[in-house]
């Protein structure tokens, strides 16, 4: 009874505190702005710093800090990602990329089932260097401001959900693998319950070395030698000129005109491009016209087999562009998808000769892809009163990465993400691997539209391509598009999975067209966390939409 009295007290306050836990509405004329993330404390000190006159890109970097001790599972500061950023008075765009990168050693051979949670899967973590990097760039508060704040807010720790829970008991083995991560996550080796409060006083400590140390003590100092000797004492790669040559890159973001909406999202080696082929592919038939996908089967098989034909190409072409030429321009080209949808049979699966002429001949079933079930990462969407914008993804790749904690942060075990052929994504030293994250804007007659992305694995451009076309073509609001059933699909696999809320009637229909369907929950977190904010481009008003397949809020007034 204690247990589930505290419960409820936690879910009665943090409704109060945010207003709506999954979509509020807001003028961003007469608001301080929206932060939409995956836990109330990291979302409601994001809103914190945009209302004491933070812009996006401080309350951004911010909740990122904060996801990384409350959301440990998901992403810190042993990982990295992709930050993509507006600013409205300039319309810039650009785009830092901080995912993790190979150190100089590389493994002879590497088995994601047998080395996929250990010290050998630990790639150089670049969060830091991306975060500490945009806020000295593009914010207006200081690296040790926004960490003296950190501290603040998150010295008397956070409650347990049942999310974390969940996670926490699907994952105990792992944990109790290494000690300073059973130390953290575990109370005296029983998960934490729902309504425990969890403190982490490594990752303060390491909060506090980094405010009066500065953002390069990471790459450098105590937290470096640490890094080294677990990697050192557990057969891991990583050695200390490795972290202190880690740069985050500032580059140019991607993008693609779509139905009269202009779509910027991640450049390569993250898969922006691929959400962009995906659209431009779907653009050759009337959607609005053929009916939404969870009603209709003609559009969801269309939007099944355009997903398969981009991630095909992800395969075949996407790696990191400093080791091989990425045709982006020809991947994001509307000839290109004309002649990628010549390739779909709209009453029957692809098969393996549906292939593409331009930039070279791919078989949509080549390979075998990797589909972590467990869909880590996650997503931070912020709009400022001024207009400004962040959309933020980043991970430690598995659910609890590599499954080593240093300095109270688990480190990734992006690893897993290179491949073992010898194409774009092979491994090889200071490389980094492609990754499904696809931070993304939404622009209408030149205004900003709608801020997106999603964590989820492999599902990532898929869902961000259900929710653009939900918005874009079949007239969805933010809730509407977030709350709508999801699908994956995947090159080399005629299985479709779908959340149990389609109907069984369409089913059937795409049964008959050759898809194998496997039913999932009805709002089911392996399909994503997607975290939005869409404009209203003639009131202003933003409206915001947590998914609530996981655990984020809404925090805008």
């Excluded at 509020?24 to 000190?45: D, K």
């Excluded at 911010?62 to 300039?90: C, K, N, Q, R, W």
């Excluded at 080696?269 to 659209?279: C, N, R, Y």
Aim: aromatic share 8%; charged share 20%.
């Amino acid at each position: 009874m204690r247990n589930i009295n505290k419960s409820l007290l936690i879910i009665i306050v943090s409704a109060l505190l945010v207003g709506c836990a999954h979509w509020t509405s807001q003028p961003v004329q007469e608001s301080g702005g929206m932060v939409v993330a995956a836990h109330p404390v990291a979302a409601e000190f994001g809103y914190e710093i945009l209302l004491s006159g933070g812009n996006a890109i401080d309350a951004a970097v911010a909740t990122a800090i904060a996801l990384g001790v409350v959301e440990p599972h998901a992403s810190g500061f042993g990982g990295g990602g992709g930050m993509l950023i507006y600013l409205d008075d300039t319309k810039k765009l650009t785009y830092i990329n901080y995912y993790p990168r190979a150190s100089t050693l590389i493994p002879e051979y590497f088995d994601s089932k047998q080395d996929g949670q250990s010290a050998k899967a630990v790639l150089v973590p670049g969060t830091v260097s991306g975060l500490s990097m945009a806020l000295e760039k593009y914010g207006t508060m200081s690296w040790q401001e926004i960490l003296e704040r950190s501290i603040e807010k998150l010295r008397q720790g956070f409650v347990v959900d049942d999310h974390f829970n969940k996670v926490i008991l699907d994952s105990y083995e792992i944990l109790t693998d290494y000690p300073e991560t059973e130390a953290i996550f575990l109370n005296e080796m029983m998960p934490y319950e729902v309504g425990d409060t969890l403190v982490n006083e490594h990752a303060l400590h390491t909060l506090r070395m980094l405010a009066n140390e500065g953002p390069r003590a990471f790459y450098t100092g105590e937290i470096a030698d640490s890094i080294v000797a677990v990697m050192v004492r557990q057969d891991g790669l990583i050695r200390k000129a490795d972290l202190e040559s880690y740069q985050a890159i500032e580059m140019a973001p991607v993008s693609s005109d779509y139905r009269n909406h202009h779509i910027v999202s991640s450049a390569p080696p993250q898969s922006g491009v691929t959400l962009l082929e995906i659209l431009n592919i779907l653009e050759q038939k009337n959607l609005s016209e053929m009916g939404i996908y969870y009603e209709h089967d003609s559009t969801l098989h269309l939007m099944a087999e355009a997903i398969k034909v981009g991630y095909a190409d992800r395969r075949e072409y996407l790696g990191d562009p400093a080791f091989s030429e990425v045709p982006v321009s020809t991947l994001s080209n509307d000839d290109y998808a004309r002649n990628r949808f010549e390739a779909i049979n709209m009453g029957a699966l692809s098969n393996s000769d549906s292939t593409a002429t331009s930039p070279g001949s791919i078989d949509t079933f080549k390979g075998e892809p990797r589909d972590d079930p467990n869909g880590s990462t996650t997503h931070i969407s912020v709009i400022d009163k001024d207009g400004n914008a962040v959309s933020l993804t980043q991970t430690i790749s598995y659910y609890w990465g590599s499954g080593i904690s240093v300095g109270g942060f688990l480190l990734n075990n992006a690893m897993t993400s290179f491949s073992r052929n010898d194409g774009p994504n092979s491994i090889a030293s200071g490389k980094q691997p492609r990754s499904t994250i696809s931070p993304s804007f939404i622009f209408k007659d030149k205004q900003l539209y709608a801020v997106v992305g999603t964590p989820g694995g492999g599902r990532i451009p898929g869902t961000m391509t259900e929710v653009v076309t939900s918005l874009i073509d079949f007239g969805a609001n933010a809730e509407q598009a977030n709350n709508a059933p999801r699908f994956h699909s995947t090159d080399n696999s005629q299985k479709l999975r779908v959340e149990s809320r389609f109907d069984q009637a369409l089913l059937d229909q795409l049964r008959l067209k050759g898809h194998v369907i496997e039913t999932m929950d009805d709002m089911d977190s392996y399909f994503g966390g997607v975290h939005l904010i869409v404009i209203d481009p003639e009131t202003g008003e933003l409206q915001g939409a947590a998914d609530p397949r996981r655990s984020g809020v809404v925090v805008g007034k």
